[in-house]
């Protein structure tokens, strides 16, 4: 699989979302940080990188005329391929029902990495809402990014498929630290305690320390948001999982704040 380096000089932060288990509320919470990352300043890129069953356009309500498939296969130019939902917030849509997408080799990948990195270049914070399960380019897509985020229901079989995930990626891949984000929670109690047990596990077995990034209650303005195909930190921005949503936006933009800090400290060091 190829490895793309990520290093200071390389300005957004990268990030994607994935769970292992289908269904947890990666594309929702993708959309909506995206929303909130935009509203505090930032430019905001989503990558849909459930690249045979693209959902990200559907939640929005978009028409897309053009995907990452056209930049792929008909070297689209991949900045027309962008849609602006709001002038800080780009989408990269990918194509529905294209089995091939789906399963894309090392070479596509190295492909899409080099097609990735320069419109990167445009934005701030690059979000990736990531396909379910372990298949290759949800593994690709994983190393490609700075941060691992893990969406997880209080399900235990939700929890299962975020381990085995982490296990392959840790095992196989050398990823190292992952940031668990629990969805569909009753309370914050309930969350802490999904953590601490699959984090006690990681350790043992993996000898892995998993961060604790958050969680979003059940709401029932997530899902009107998505019949309504609107982002429900927009049309229910008082609801719990609007708050939370916000509350860890601002965590995401302390990781740029950080990279750019950095990279001023060793743009200072080299002169
Ligand atoms: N916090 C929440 N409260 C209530 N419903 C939620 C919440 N999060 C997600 N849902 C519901 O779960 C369903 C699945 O959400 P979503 O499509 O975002 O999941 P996904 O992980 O992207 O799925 P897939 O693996 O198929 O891509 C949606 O209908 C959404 O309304
Ligand atoms: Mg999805």
């Known amino acids: ?71 792929l296969d008909r070297d689209a130019d991949p900045m027309e391929v962008v849609v602006y939902v709001e002038p800080r ?83 196989d891949y050398r990823r190292q630290t992952f940031h668990l984000l629990l969805n569909q929670v009753k309370n914050e109690a309930e969350a802490r305690q999904v953590y601490d047990h699959l984090a006690r596990v990681a350790s043992h077995f993996l000898n892995l320390h998993l961060e604790y990034l958050g969680a979003v209650p059940q709401d029932a303005s997530v899902s009107k948001g998505v019949r309504h195909q609107k982002p429900f930190i927009k049309i229910a921005p008082q609801s719990k999982a609007a708050m939370a949503i916000m509350s860890h936006a601002e965590r995401l933009r302390g990781w740029a704040a950080q990279k750019a800090a950095s990279r001023k400290t060793a743009g200072e060091a080299g002169g």
């Not at 929702?28 to 693209?54: C, E, I, M, P």
């Open 1 to 71: 699989m190829a490895e793309i380096s990520r290093h200071n000089s390389f300005k957004p932060v990268m990030a994607c979302l994935s769970s292992g288990k289908g269904g947890v509320g990666k594309t929702s919470l993708t959309v909506n940080l995206a929303f909130a990352l935009a509203q505090k300043g930032l430019r905001v890129l989503v990558v849909d990188g459930d690249l045979g069953l693209a959902n990200v356009d559907v939640l929005l309500g978009l028409q897309v005329k053009t995907s990452i498939h056209d930049i």
């Open 89 to 171: 917030l780009g989408i990269l849509p990918a194509s529905s029902g294209v089995p091939d997408l789906a399963k894309l080799g090392p070479e596509d990948h190295q492909q899409l990495g080099s097609i990735l990195l320069p419109i990167a270049q445009n934005f701030d914070f690059v979000l990736v809402d990531t396909a379910a399960g372990i298949g290759s380019s949800v593994l690709w897509f994983n190393t490609f990014v700075d941060y691992n985020i893990l969406v997880l229901t209080p399900d235990p079989t939700a929890m299962t498929d975020a381990y085995a995930l982490i296990k392959v990626l840790s095992r």
